[in-house]
T-cell receptor, first 112, second 114 residues
Framework: QKEVEQDPGPLSVPEGAIVSLNCTYSNSAFQYFMWYRQYSRKGPELLMYTYSSGNKEDGRFTAQVDKSSKYISLFIRDSQPSDSATYLCAMSTQGGSEKLVFGKGMKLTVNP | GAVVSQHPSWVICKSGTSVKIECRSLDFQATTMFWYRQFPKQSLMLMATSNEGSKATYEQGVEKDKFLINHASLTLSTLTVTSAHPEDSSFYIC??????????FGDGTRLSIL
């Protein structure tokens, strides 16, 4: 079993849809959870950063962490064509100074 | 804030030459920098972790003599691919972190070896 599992998709939705992206993990020591967005031929861009369990909201994006289920989610409301990208979940046990464990990345396309 | 600049963005060179890639944190001091390699349609593969003033820690299977990493200051790390060959062609991405803050990534360098 891989440490982090993420459905690679691809996922295609119409503009305005609510998008739900998920990752599961097996290492209960993970405490820091991140979502990155990567456009084609660019580096990943940090979208959300969460410590431990709970919800975090930033504009149209909401990140949820359920440590009891070892499950994290990213919700995108009112999705836009500009949200079309690959979304990577990442996690670590000790924050940014430690190497991240990434999911495979989910390729999302939002159709106008 | 938290901008990481990577240069060059694209380089083409002949087999056997060495190529240097720079990674700079523009608005923060990066205590730790990371170098990744990414193959098409795949996730990032960590190559090495470097702390300022220390030798880099390489992941298993990464040749330290081929991929030389220098982290001479809190804002600059370099990756030198020595005696590059076509199989080294890839997308190389750096990231930087300040203390325990999340990693911020550069925009990557597309390396093509002819």
């Amino acid at each position: 079993q891989k440490e982090v599992e993420q459905d690679p998709g691809p996922l295609s939705v119409p503009e305005g849809a609510i998008v739900s992206l998920n990752c599961t993990y097996s290492n209960s020591a993970f405490q820091y959870f991140m979502w990155y967005r990567q456009y084609s031929r660019k580096g990943p861009e940090l979208l959300m950063y969460t410590y431990s369990s709970g919800n975090k909201e930033d504009g149209r994006f909401t990140a949820q962490v359920d440590k009891s289920s070892k499950y994290i989610s990213l919700f995108i409301r009112d999705s836009q064509p500009s949200d079309s990208a690959t979304y990577l979940c990442a996690m670590s046990t000790q924050g940014g100074s430690e190497k991240l464990v990434f999911g495979k990345g989910m390729k999302l396309t939002v159709n106008p | 804030g938290a901008v990481v600049s990577q240069h060059p963005s694209w380089v083409i060179c002949k087999s056997g030459t060495s190529v240097k890639i720079e990674c700079r944190s523009l608005d923060f001091q990066a205590t730790t920098m990371f170098w990744y390699r990414q193959f098409p349609k795949q996730s990032l593969m960590l190559m090495a972790t470097s702390n300022e003033g220390s030798k880099a820690t390489y992941e298993q299977g990464v040749e330290k003599d081929k991929f030389l990493i220098n982290h001479a200051s809190l804002t600059l790390s370099t990756l030198t691919v020595t005696s590059a060959h076509p199989e080294d062609s890839s997308f190389y991405i750096c990231s930087a972190s300040q203390s325990n803050q999340p990693q911020h990534f550069g925009d990557g360098t597309r390396l093509s070896i002819l």
